[in-house]
């Protein structure tokens, strides 16, 4: 993912209207993922680098590089704790804070889950809102297969995140997994979920950067985003020729990531943004969003068309779908803290260190496999109780590892 | 002869018992328990047989401890059916309304309500019960009756409670071998919930939990229909199972201390204390803390409702439950629990009683024989509909009668 050939940075002077992006890479993966944009698409911005493994931090293409010293780990990471990196965090609120300082709007790029993206991020969000920025965090969940903790934790910071970020869009690495194929690499799987985190960057860049005919505010995004969604899901298409209002739309209906449309069904605000080159019809614009409302009858439609004129022939379409959520935010965080509260530290050595954490050359620490193998008891030779995966029928107290001394 | 058209069996085979509860329907059709019977149930594993000739010992043990007590012979049981297997679902089906004047007739219901059941079930699922919710007529919501009115198009939500035909079967061949009649199979945590809910707490909305031996049913009322409902395979076995492993103990023992000092909640109180177990000779034999063990036990019975209330929360019915929870089973005798669940769910919640049934108090006050004392309502809510109509026909008959004596 960090191949990319690394661009010195450089800022060249913005014409007043367009507001100040700063993106800022957190964690292992946040950094990764900043890596592989484009730096000469985004050359308006200024990227920045935090997190608290010093050797990811030195590959990072950052003009501006912030390392959490953790003592206790002489700065080999946070160890997988987000506890540990928020307190990191919190401890140099200040240094975050004038990292922002300056900055309009702070993207956020962190892979959720792990110790330093789930740690920083929603304190860096805190850090950026009272440097005057307003805040956007693109952010990844983990894949199932990277245990129920590192869920747990994702989850969690997914909630704090959304009380300090003024919008979160966030992409559940799950989902892609259904896209790729079985022999695809770790390597290109991880570069895959970074692209589609950064085809939501591109999106969103494009809504700010782009003068808009009908224009989309930041605002706008941000009511869209917030206090909604467990997640939403982004779509970025381009097409060019002389059906590309047809083929965009198509490619909307089976985007993968829109679950070939049924997320539109199921959202209830929806923000579709085209930006085209000088020659963009009434009649497409209205073609797109005729189909794409269609799709969601129940849907909030916010919608946003661009010109620009170097975008020549193509066509290309941003759409954001979020999902009401009934529960209010309050009382899920009461309940998952409750719920997180009691796992502690006993099963974190068995839980894989997953090779997304791994990268950055932090030295291996020795795993320990579960070696004591459960007795479901009277339950063995019974059909076994499976929901989500866990088996009920393995007592409670040794799934959520809660020690009993 | 002694007519005994009048008298509702009910039988639940339960994983940790299998009871029997007889019922005497009076001539004003209200209803009372007469007689119990319950024997330990050994042959049956989260609420699925799996060892009928035990079951069927258990069976006849608990038949005739009941027809000793209500003094009566029982021909045939409304059966109480649960497991893994058995899950509920909300069907919409609809009809277009053919008719000239758009009238919507009895057909017209019929053949909505037939819709609705056609759904796509996999091969080897049976239905238990399509409960009917509400109507629509040209999407109007909330009408309970559309025969007279007028409308273009007719719908009908129905919840389909569906289960594996082979393992309900089982039950019921079961039952069969030892020469009674099955009456009706009835989902067991609705018969729970027609023991314990009246029909105001049905209107406002509540949600039963039937904590088990071997699973945990919940049922959702909202409106004065059911909404939703599910089955855990997850109950009171699981708890001693968990204890028996982490205290490492028999199963035999981890029950009676379950029973004993167990709790749903760790209490200050017990903090740093210890159990000594001791043999029939009254040596100590080990050393239990007590905290470990109702810890083991807080965390099982929270996990239960913590997925009640996640099905629930997907099912968007959380906001609806304004009578509260309630509970029944033999679970919802162990302390601390309508605490515990009322930390999980936010809500009041009620250890219930079974309710608009006379009788027994020794039964009607156990929370175990909700179910059971539930089939025996549903019983005589069938059959006094069955009553109604064979009354109708009952005074055809007569006139006939008189028409042929003349």
């Keep these: ?405 | 002869m002694f007519d005994d058209s009048n008298i509702i069996a009910g039988l639940e085979i339960g994983t940790s018992k299998i009871c029997v509860v007889v019922g005497e329907l009076g001539a004003d059709g209200s209803l009372n328990i007469i007689g119990l019977g319950q024997s330990r149930s050994r042959g049956v594993r989260k609420g699925e047989i799996i060892d009928p000739a035990q079951v069927e010992e258990d069976l006849r043990a608990a038949m005739f401890e009941a027809e000793q007590m209500a003094d009566v012979e029982i021909r045939s049981v409304y059966l109480g059916i649960t497991g893994g297997h058995v899950r509920g679902f909300n069907n919409r089906g609809v009809h277009p309304v053919v008719s000239a004047d758009r009238e919507i007739s009895a057909d017209d219901v019929e053949d909505v309500v037939k819709n609705a059941k056609a759904i796509n079930l996999p091969a080897e699922n049976t239905v238990v019960h399509a409960v009917r919710q509400h109507f629509f007529v040209d999407g109007q919501d909330g009408v309970t009756n559309p025969v007279g009115m007028l409308g273009a198009r007719l719908e009908v939500d129905m919840h389909v409670i569906h289960g594996n035909a082979n393992r309900l079967q089982n039950a019921i061949r079961l039952v069969r071998a030892t020469s009674l009649e099955v009456d009706d199979v009835v989902f067991n945590g609705i018969a729970a919930s027609l023991a314990l809910l009246t029909n105001e707490q049905k209107e406002l909305g509540a949600l039963v939990i039937d904590l088990g031996g071997g699973t945990t049913e919940y049922v959702v009322y909202s409106n004065g229909v059911i909404r939703h409902s599910g089955v855990l395979a997850v109950g009171g076995d699981h708890v001693s199972n968990d204890l028996a492993y982490g205290l490492k103990v028999p199963l035999s023992r981890a029950e009676k201390l379950k029973i004993e000092y167990g709790g749903a909640l760790v209490s200050e109180a017990i903090k740093g204390q210890t159990i000594s177990i001791t043999n029939e000779l009254g040596l100590e034999l080990k050393r239990i803390n007590h905290e470990h063990l109702q810890r083991i036990m807080a965390l099982r019975l929270e996990e239960v409702f913590e997925l009640i209330v996640q099905d629930l929360e997907r099912a968007g019915l959380v906001d609806y439950l304004r009578a509260g929870v309630y509970l029944c089973g033999g679970g919802s005798r162990v302390g601390g629990i309508v605490k515990l669940a009322e930390n999980v769910f936010q809500m009041n919640v009620t250890a219930g009683h079974a309710c608009a049934i006379s009788g027994l108090t020794t039964a009607l006050d156990q929370p175990e024989f909700a179910a059971a004392i539930g089939l025996v309502k549903f019983g005589s809510l069938k059959s006094r509909r069955r009553d109604g109509r064979s009354l109708i026909s009952r005074s055809i008959k007569g006139v006939f009668d008189k028409f042929l004596q003349r």
């Design chain 1, 1 to 405: 993912m960090n191949e990319q050939p690394e661009i010195p940075a450089f800022a060249p002077p913005e014409p007043p209207p367009a507001p100040l992006v700063r993106i800022i890479g957190v964690g292992n993966a946040g950094i990764a993922v900043l890596s592989a944009l484009d730096r000469t698409e985004f050359a308006a911005a200024e990227f920045a680098a935090i997190n608290t493994d010093a050797v990811s931090l030195a590959s990072a293409p950052a003009t501006i590089k912030i390392h959490l010293e953790n003592k206790l780990l002489r700065g080999l990471g946070s160890g997988g704790d987000p506890d540990r990196g928020r307190a990191l965090a919190e401890e140099q609120f200040s240094t975050l804070k004038s990292a922002c300082e300056g900055a309009n709007v702070v993207f956020i790029l962190a892979g959720l889950g792990g110790g330093a993206g789930s740690g920083i991020s929603p304190v860096l969000a805190k850090a950026a809102r009272e440097a005057g920025a307003l805040v956007l965090a693109f952010v990844t969940l983990p894949f199932e297969c990277e245990g129920n903790r590192r869920e747990a934790q994702a989850r969690q910071t997914l909630e704090y995140l959304k009380s300090a970020a003024d919008g979160v869009i966030c992409l559940p690495n799950q989902r892609i997994f259904k896209l790729i194929d079985e022999n695809t690499s770790l390597l290109e799987t991880f570069r895959v979920t970074g692209g589609f985190l950064i085809e939501g960057v591109r999106g969103v860049w494009h809504l700010l950067m782009r003068p808009g005919l009908i224009q989309v505010h930041f605002g706008d995004l941000c009511t869209l985003l917030r206090d909604r969604h467990a997640e939403n899901a982004f779509a970025f298409v381009e097409a060019q020729g002389a059906g590309r209002a047809r083929e965009v739309v198509e490619n909307i209906l089976s985007h993968p990531l829109l679950d070939e449309g049924r997320v539109l069904a199921e959202s209830d605000a929806v923000l579709v943004s085209l930006t085209a080159g000088k020659d963009l019809s009434m009649a497409e614009i209205n073609r797109v969003i005729d189909q794409v409302k269609r799709q969601c009858t129940h849907a909030q439609i916010i919608m946003g068309a661009a010109i620009d004129p170097a975008m020549k022939e193509k066509l290309c379409v941003t759409v954001i779908a979020a999902k009401q959520e009934t529960v209010p935010a309050t009382s899920r965080i009461q309940t998952e803290t409750r719920t997180a509260g009691p796992v502690s530290s006993t099963r974190e050595v068995v839980v894989a260190r997953t090779p997304r954490m791994k990268k950055g050359g932090a030295k291996p620490i020795q795993t320990q496999l579960p070696l004591t193998i459960v007795s479901k008891g009277r339950f063995d030779k019974s059909e076994p109780t499976k929901h989500n995966g866990e088996d009920l029928d393995v007592p409670t107290f040794l799934r959520r590892g809660v020690p009993l001394n």
